[in-house]
Protein backbone atom coordinates (compact mmCIF):
# COMPACT_ATOMS: atom_id res chain seq x y z
CA UNK A 1 0.00 0.00 0.00
CA UNK A 2 0.98 3.38 -0.99
CA UNK A 3 0.97 6.33 0.93
CA UNK A 4 0.23 10.10 -0.32
CA UNK A 5 0.46 13.44 1.77
CA UNK A 6 -0.27 16.79 -0.25
CA UNK A 7 0.98 18.87 1.94
CA UNK A 8 4.25 18.93 4.07
CA UNK A 9 3.96 21.52 6.59
CA UNK A 10 3.47 20.73 10.51
CA UNK A 11 1.20 18.33 10.04
CA UNK A 12 2.45 16.60 6.75
CA UNK A 13 5.61 16.37 8.08
CA UNK A 14 4.31 14.49 11.50
CA UNK A 15 2.03 11.98 9.53
CA UNK A 16 5.52 11.55 7.25
CA UNK A 17 7.27 10.66 10.26
CA UNK A 18 4.55 9.23 12.30
CA UNK A 19 4.35 6.80 9.37
CA UNK A 20 8.06 6.10 8.92
CA UNK A 21 9.01 5.89 12.78
CA UNK A 22 6.34 3.32 13.78
CA UNK A 23 7.13 1.19 10.80
CA UNK A 24 3.41 1.59 9.51
CA UNK A 25 5.48 1.79 6.08
CA UNK A 26 8.62 2.17 4.36
CA UNK A 27 9.72 5.62 3.07
CA UNK A 28 9.58 4.79 -0.47
CA UNK A 29 5.70 3.58 -0.12
CA UNK A 30 5.56 7.67 0.89
CA UNK A 31 4.57 9.95 -2.32
CA UNK A 32 4.67 13.89 -1.08
CA UNK A 33 3.63 17.21 -2.83
CA UNK A 34 3.97 20.44 -1.67
CA UNK A 35 3.45 23.77 -2.92
CA UNK A 36 6.99 24.94 -1.85
CA UNK A 37 9.49 22.64 -3.09
CA UNK A 38 12.90 23.23 -0.93
CA UNK A 39 10.07 21.83 2.19
CA UNK A 40 9.76 18.42 0.48
CA UNK A 41 13.29 18.48 -0.18
CA UNK A 42 14.20 18.60 3.27
CA UNK A 43 11.93 16.00 4.18
CA UNK A 44 14.40 13.82 1.51
CA UNK A 45 17.56 14.99 3.10
CA UNK A 46 15.90 12.80 6.33
CA UNK A 47 14.58 10.02 4.36
CA UNK A 48 16.34 9.80 0.64
CA UNK A 49 14.12 7.01 -0.07
CA UNK A 50 10.53 9.01 0.10
CA UNK A 51 9.19 9.82 -3.30
CA UNK A 52 8.92 13.99 -4.26
CA UNK A 53 6.35 13.70 -6.70
CA UNK A 54 6.20 16.25 -9.65
CA UNK A 55 2.66 17.55 -8.70
CA UNK A 56 -0.82 16.54 -6.60
CA UNK A 57 -2.21 14.71 -9.47
CA UNK A 58 1.06 12.08 -9.40
CA UNK A 59 0.10 11.84 -5.66
CA UNK A 60 -3.19 10.71 -6.12
CA UNK A 61 -1.76 8.53 -9.20
CA UNK A 62 0.59 6.78 -7.13
CA UNK A 63 -0.60 6.43 -3.69
CA UNK A 64 -4.05 4.29 -2.17
CA UNK A 65 -4.54 6.46 1.03
CA UNK A 66 -4.02 10.50 0.08
CA UNK A 67 -4.16 12.64 3.09
CA UNK A 68 -4.63 16.14 2.24
CA UNK A 69 -2.91 18.63 4.89
CA UNK A 70 -3.42 21.85 3.15
CA UNK A 71 -4.80 24.64 5.19
CA UNK A 72 -8.76 25.13 4.28
CA UNK A 73 -8.53 27.78 2.13
CA UNK A 74 -5.81 26.17 -0.49
CA UNK A 75 -8.12 22.70 -0.70
CA UNK A 76 -10.38 24.64 -3.81
CA UNK A 77 -6.72 24.55 -5.58
CA UNK A 78 -5.73 21.33 -4.88
CA UNK A 79 -9.25 19.90 -5.83
CA UNK A 80 -8.40 22.37 -9.19
CA UNK A 81 -5.42 20.34 -9.94
CA UNK A 82 -6.68 17.23 -8.90
CA UNK A 83 -10.27 16.96 -9.95
CA UNK A 84 -12.86 15.63 -7.60
CA UNK A 85 -13.36 11.93 -9.01
CA UNK A 86 -11.45 9.12 -7.92
CA UNK A 87 -11.58 5.61 -8.68
CA UNK A 88 -12.89 3.44 -5.46
CA UNK A 89 -9.49 2.12 -4.18
CA UNK A 90 -8.32 5.47 -3.05
CA UNK A 91 -9.27 6.85 0.11
CA UNK A 92 -9.12 10.80 0.67
CA UNK A 93 -8.16 11.59 3.89
CA UNK A 94 -8.66 15.18 4.98
CA UNK A 95 -7.13 16.21 7.88
CA UNK A 96 -8.71 19.97 7.50
CA UNK A 97 -10.97 21.61 10.08
CA UNK A 98 -12.94 22.66 7.45
CA UNK A 99 -15.42 21.56 4.21
CA UNK A 100 -16.83 18.98 6.96
CA UNK A 101 -17.72 15.29 5.44
CA UNK A 102 -21.25 16.21 3.98
CA UNK A 103 -20.49 18.39 2.13
CA UNK A 104 -16.82 16.37 0.89
CA UNK A 105 -19.65 13.38 0.22
CA UNK A 106 -21.44 15.45 -2.39
CA UNK A 107 -18.30 17.42 -3.70
CA UNK A 108 -15.97 14.09 -4.27
CA UNK A 109 -17.35 10.93 -6.35
CA UNK A 110 -14.99 8.47 -4.31
CA UNK A 111 -14.52 7.59 -0.76
CA UNK A 112 -13.60 10.41 1.92
CA UNK A 113 -12.67 10.60 5.57
CA UNK A 114 -11.63 13.12 7.79
CA UNK A 115 -9.20 13.17 10.84
CA UNK A 116 -8.30 15.48 13.43
CA UNK A 117 -4.58 14.58 14.03
CA UNK A 118 -2.65 15.65 16.70
CA UNK A 119 1.14 16.84 16.32
CA UNK A 120 2.46 14.64 19.15
CA UNK A 121 1.73 11.80 17.37
CA UNK A 122 5.33 11.05 15.29
CA UNK A 123 5.99 9.82 18.93
CA UNK A 124 3.49 7.17 18.84
CA UNK A 125 1.46 8.84 21.25
CA UNK A 126 -1.91 11.12 21.04
CA UNK A 127 -4.96 11.12 19.84
CA UNK A 128 -6.86 11.11 16.29
CA UNK A 129 -10.25 12.14 15.80
CA UNK A 130 -12.03 9.79 12.64
CA UNK A 131 -15.02 10.59 11.25
CA UNK A 132 -15.93 8.37 7.61
CA UNK A 133 -17.66 9.86 4.96
CA UNK A 134 -20.76 7.23 3.39
CA UNK A 135 -18.86 5.28 1.06
CA UNK A 136 -15.80 4.14 3.15
CA UNK A 137 -16.83 0.28 3.69
CA UNK A 138 -16.54 -1.39 6.95
CA UNK A 139 -13.06 -3.63 6.07
CA UNK A 140 -11.40 -0.48 5.17
CA UNK A 141 -12.73 1.63 8.32
CA UNK A 142 -10.97 -1.52 10.19
CA UNK A 143 -7.71 -1.11 8.12
CA UNK A 144 -7.55 2.88 8.88
CA UNK A 145 -8.07 2.49 12.51
CA UNK A 146 -6.06 -0.31 13.02
CA UNK A 147 -3.31 1.82 11.16
CA UNK A 148 -4.02 5.28 13.12
CA UNK A 149 -4.02 3.54 16.32
CA UNK A 150 -0.56 2.85 15.78
CA UNK A 151 0.01 6.43 15.59
CA UNK A 152 -1.50 6.90 19.16
CA UNK A 153 -5.20 6.75 20.05
CA UNK A 154 -7.64 6.39 17.03
CA UNK A 155 -11.15 7.69 18.13
CA UNK A 156 -13.82 7.73 15.68
CA UNK A 157 -16.19 10.00 16.99
CA UNK A 158 -19.50 11.93 15.26
CA UNK A 159 -17.66 15.27 13.32
CA UNK A 160 -19.66 17.50 15.05
CA UNK A 161 -17.57 16.97 18.52
CA UNK A 162 -14.19 17.28 16.37
CA UNK A 163 -13.93 21.06 17.55
CA UNK A 164 -14.39 20.41 20.88
CA UNK A 165 -12.72 16.99 21.33
CA UNK A 166 -10.26 19.44 19.16
CA UNK A 167 -9.44 21.85 21.51
CA UNK A 168 -7.95 18.73 23.68
CA UNK A 169 -6.19 16.95 21.02
CA UNK A 170 -5.07 18.85 18.82
CA UNK A 171 -4.99 22.34 19.88
CA UNK A 172 -4.31 20.82 23.48
CA UNK A 173 -0.76 20.61 22.67
CA UNK A 174 -0.10 24.00 21.82
CA UNK A 175 -2.51 24.98 24.74
CA UNK A 176 -0.49 22.96 27.33
CA UNK A 177 2.44 24.15 25.90
CA UNK A 178 2.12 27.45 26.53
CA UNK A 179 0.88 27.35 29.74
CA UNK A 180 3.95 25.29 31.03
CA UNK A 181 6.08 27.62 29.13
CA UNK A 182 3.93 30.34 31.13
CA UNK A 183 5.44 28.80 34.69
CA UNK A 184 8.25 28.68 33.07
CA UNK A 185 8.49 32.23 31.81
CA UNK A 186 7.10 33.55 35.82
CA UNK A 187 10.66 31.29 36.87
CA UNK A 188 12.31 33.24 34.66
CA UNK A 189 10.88 36.87 36.00
CA UNK A 190 11.54 35.76 39.44
CA UNK A 191 15.27 35.12 38.13
CA UNK A 192 15.18 32.08 37.20
CA UNK A 193 18.27 30.93 34.05
CA UNK A 194 16.13 31.25 30.93
CA UNK A 195 17.61 28.30 29.72
CA UNK A 196 17.17 25.94 33.05
CA UNK A 197 13.61 27.06 33.44
CA UNK A 198 12.41 26.08 30.18
CA UNK A 199 14.79 22.53 30.58
CA UNK A 200 13.17 21.77 33.53
CA UNK A 201 9.85 22.95 32.45
CA UNK A 202 9.97 20.00 28.96
CA UNK A 203 11.56 17.41 31.54
CA UNK A 204 8.54 17.85 34.17
CA UNK A 205 5.87 18.14 31.10
CA UNK A 206 6.90 14.56 30.42
CA UNK A 207 7.67 13.43 33.82
CA UNK A 208 4.16 14.17 34.45
CA UNK A 209 2.89 12.47 30.88
CA UNK A 210 4.64 9.55 32.07
CA UNK A 211 3.25 9.22 35.01
CA UNK A 212 -0.24 9.66 34.08
CA UNK A 213 0.29 6.83 31.42
CA UNK A 214 2.43 4.69 33.13
CA UNK A 215 1.14 4.58 36.82
CA UNK A 216 -2.61 5.24 35.47
CA UNK A 217 -2.85 7.86 37.69
CA UNK A 218 -5.83 10.11 37.08
CA UNK A 219 -5.54 13.76 36.80
CA UNK A 220 -7.34 14.51 40.41
CA UNK A 221 -5.09 11.83 41.86
CA UNK A 222 -2.02 13.40 40.66
CA UNK A 223 -3.31 16.69 41.92
CA UNK A 224 -3.63 15.20 45.34
CA UNK A 225 0.02 12.95 45.52
CA UNK A 226 1.95 16.81 44.89
CA UNK A 227 -0.54 18.41 46.70
CA UNK A 228 0.70 18.10 50.24
CA UNK A 229 -2.08 19.11 52.81
CA UNK A 230 -1.68 22.42 53.74
CA UNK A 231 1.53 23.01 51.44
CA UNK A 232 2.44 25.18 48.60
CA UNK A 233 1.20 23.33 45.54
CA UNK A 234 -2.47 23.25 47.07
CA UNK A 235 -1.98 27.31 47.66
CA UNK A 236 -1.58 27.21 44.11
CA UNK A 237 -4.04 24.79 42.72
CA UNK A 238 -6.73 27.58 44.57
CA UNK A 239 -5.25 29.95 42.60
CA UNK A 240 -6.33 28.11 38.90
CA UNK A 241 -9.39 26.71 40.67
CA UNK A 242 -10.71 30.25 41.38
CA UNK A 243 -9.39 32.30 37.78
CA UNK A 244 -8.56 29.36 35.07
CA UNK A 245 -12.30 28.20 34.49
CA UNK A 246 -13.53 31.08 32.36
CA UNK A 247 -9.86 31.86 30.63
CA UNK A 248 -10.36 28.32 29.25
CA UNK A 249 -14.70 28.93 28.21
CA UNK A 250 -12.89 32.06 26.29
CA UNK A 251 -10.82 29.44 24.84
CA UNK A 252 -13.39 27.34 23.59
CA UNK A 253 -15.83 29.95 22.35
CA UNK A 254 -12.55 31.93 20.28
CA UNK A 255 -11.44 28.50 18.59
CA UNK A 256 -15.58 28.09 17.94
CA UNK A 257 -15.45 30.96 16.54
CA UNK A 258 -12.45 30.57 14.38
CA UNK A 259 -13.36 27.66 13.13
CA UNK A 260 -17.06 28.73 12.10
CA UNK A 261 -15.05 31.84 9.95
CA UNK A 262 -12.88 28.97 8.48
CA UNK A 263 -16.30 27.30 7.68
CA UNK A 264 -17.85 29.87 5.94
CA UNK A 265 -14.64 31.31 3.89
CA UNK A 266 -14.24 27.77 2.75
CA UNK A 267 -17.76 27.08 1.82
CA UNK A 268 -17.65 30.59 -0.11
CA UNK A 269 -14.27 29.80 -1.94
CA UNK A 270 -15.03 26.15 -2.98
CA UNK A 271 -18.65 27.39 -4.18
CA UNK A 272 -17.14 29.86 -6.07
CA UNK A 273 -14.47 27.19 -7.78
CA UNK A 274 -16.78 24.30 -8.38
N1 LIG B 1 -0.78 21.53 12.85
C1 LIG B 1 -1.61 20.73 13.55
O1 LIG B 1 -1.31 20.34 14.71
C2 LIG B 1 -2.92 20.29 12.97
C3 LIG B 1 -3.34 20.71 11.72
N2 LIG B 1 -4.53 20.28 11.21
C4 LIG B 1 -4.94 20.68 9.86
O2 LIG B 1 -3.93 20.28 8.95
C5 LIG B 1 -3.84 21.20 7.87
C6 LIG B 1 -2.39 21.65 7.72
O3 LIG B 1 -2.00 22.34 8.89
P1 LIG B 1 -0.48 22.69 9.16
O4 LIG B 1 0.38 21.57 8.72
O5 LIG B 1 -0.41 23.17 10.55
O6 LIG B 1 -0.28 23.94 8.15
P2 LIG B 1 1.04 24.38 7.39
O7 LIG B 1 0.81 25.76 6.89
O8 LIG B 1 2.22 24.12 8.26
O9 LIG B 1 1.13 23.38 6.15
C7 LIG B 1 0.32 23.46 5.02
C8 LIG B 1 1.17 23.02 3.85
O10 LIG B 1 0.34 22.92 2.70
C9 LIG B 1 1.13 23.34 1.60
N3 LIG B 1 0.26 23.70 0.48
C10 LIG B 1 -0.56 24.77 0.35
N4 LIG B 1 -1.21 24.74 -0.83
C11 LIG B 1 -0.79 23.63 -1.46
C12 LIG B 1 -1.11 23.05 -2.71
N5 LIG B 1 -2.00 23.60 -3.55
N6 LIG B 1 -0.49 21.90 -3.05
C13 LIG B 1 0.43 21.32 -2.21
N7 LIG B 1 0.76 21.82 -1.02
C14 LIG B 1 0.16 22.97 -0.65
C15 LIG B 1 1.91 24.50 2.14
O11 LIG B 1 3.01 24.76 1.29
P3 LIG B 1 4.00 26.02 1.48
O12 LIG B 1 5.28 25.41 1.93
O13 LIG B 1 4.10 26.64 0.14
O14 LIG B 1 3.39 26.95 2.48
C16 LIG B 1 2.29 24.01 3.53
O15 LIG B 1 3.52 23.31 3.54
C17 LIG B 1 -4.78 22.37 8.21
O16 LIG B 1 -5.93 22.25 7.44
C18 LIG B 1 -5.07 22.19 9.69
O17 LIG B 1 -6.36 22.59 10.02
C19 LIG B 1 -5.36 19.43 11.89
C20 LIG B 1 -5.01 18.99 13.13
C21 LIG B 1 -3.77 19.38 13.78
O1 LIG C 1 -4.66 25.68 14.53
C1 LIG C 1 -5.30 25.06 13.68
O2 LIG C 1 -6.23 25.57 13.05
C2 LIG C 1 -4.96 23.61 13.43
C3 LIG C 1 -6.10 22.71 13.78
C4 LIG C 1 -5.72 22.09 15.08
C5 LIG C 1 -4.32 22.39 15.23
N1 LIG C 1 -3.90 23.17 14.30
Known amino acids: MNIGIIGTGSLGRMLIEGFI ?11 I ?21 DNNKCVLEKADWIFICVKPLDLPFVFQETGTSFPDNKLIISTLLAPGLEY ?19 TGHGVMLVA ?30 FRIAGDITSCGP ?33 GTALLLKEKQLSFEQMINQV ?47 F
Open 21 to 31: EQKICQPDQIY
Open 33 to 53: SNRTIEKMQKIKSIYPLINLA
Open 104 to 122: LDSLIKGKVLRIYPSITQS
Open 132 to 161: FGKRVIETEKRELLDCFNRLGKAFEISERY
Open 174 to 206: AFMAYMTASLANTAIEHGLDKSLALDMAGETML
Open 227 to 273: ATPGGCTAAGVQILARDLSPIIADLFQATREKEKEIINNVTESMQNL
